[in-house]
């Protein structure tokens, strides 16, 4: 554990953010634990989850933070948002509300985040084809216009999650070394 430590080459903070209930702490708890949990929400406290990457030969260390149910109250503060490299701006892609309130939290990154932060947005629950209210069209869309990355992920089967969260980290990998 020591020597991992001391390798470490850089530190990368995320910020998970999105509307209550699109599953930004399953998706980070499978990002980091390889971990879905039916009954979870037990995790409120927590701040932030890390792991570890190798990326371009470097050792980055990902610093993950999750609203822990702040967004509920929009009281997401500008303390969670500062120092953020990249953020993880998540729908459901079987409640539309959600993917319409994605242009808000543009706004809201915009208005309290780095101008040159990477922002990876993310359609989760993929898994749920029979109840897909999003088309996956309408989110490339948004995501060029607005010049965000893009994917769909299932927290719950694991797919696209690793992928997602590689490809945000080699942006940033890429914005600031
Ligand atoms: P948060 O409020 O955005 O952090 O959302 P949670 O991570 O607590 O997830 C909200 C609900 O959606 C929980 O009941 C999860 O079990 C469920 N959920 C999260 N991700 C997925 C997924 O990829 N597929 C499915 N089917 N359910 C999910």
């Known amino acids: 554990q020591e020597t991992v430590q001391e390798k470490i080459?850089?530190?990368f903070?995320?910020?998970?953010?999105?509307?209550?209930?699109?599953?930004?702490?399953?998706?980070l708890s499978r990002f980091?634990?390889?971990?879905?949990?039916?009954?979870?929400?037990?995790?409120?406290?927590v701040e932030f989850q890390t792991r570890t990457v190798i990326i371009k030969d470097k050792v980055i260390k990902a610093q993950i933070w999750d609203t822990a149910g702040q967004e509920r109250y929009r009281a997401v503060t500008s303390a969670y948002y500062?120092?953020?490299?990249g953020a993880m701006l998540v729908y459901d892609v079987t409640k539309r509300p959600t993917f319409d309130h994605v242009a808000r939290w543009v706004e809201e990154l915009r208005?309290?985040?780095?101008?040159?932060?990477?922002?990876?947005l993310i359609g989760n629950k993929a898994d749920l084809a029979d109840l897909r209210a999003v088309p996956t069209e309408d989110a490339v869309e948004f995501?060029?216009?607005?010049?965000l990355f893009f994917s769909e992920t299932s927290a719950l089967s694991?797919?696209?999650?690793?992928?997602?969260?590689?490809?945000?980290?080699?942006?940033?990998?890429?914005?600031?070394?």
């Open 13 to 27: 903070k995320v910020v998970v953010i999105g509307d209550s209930a699109v599953g930004k702490t399953q998706v």
């Open 82 to 85: 500062r120092g953020a490299l």
């Open 32 to 45: 980091t634990k390889n971990e879905f949990c039916f009954d979870s929400k037990s995790t409120i406290g």
């Open 111 to 120: 208005a309290h985040a780095d101008n040159s932060i990477v922002i990876m």
């Open 158 to 177: 694991g797919d696209n999650v690793d992928g997602a969260f590689f490809r945000l980290l080699e942006e940033i990998y890429g914005v600031i070394c």
């Open 143 to 147: 995501a060029e216009d607005q010049g």
């Open 9 to 11: 080459d850089y530190v």
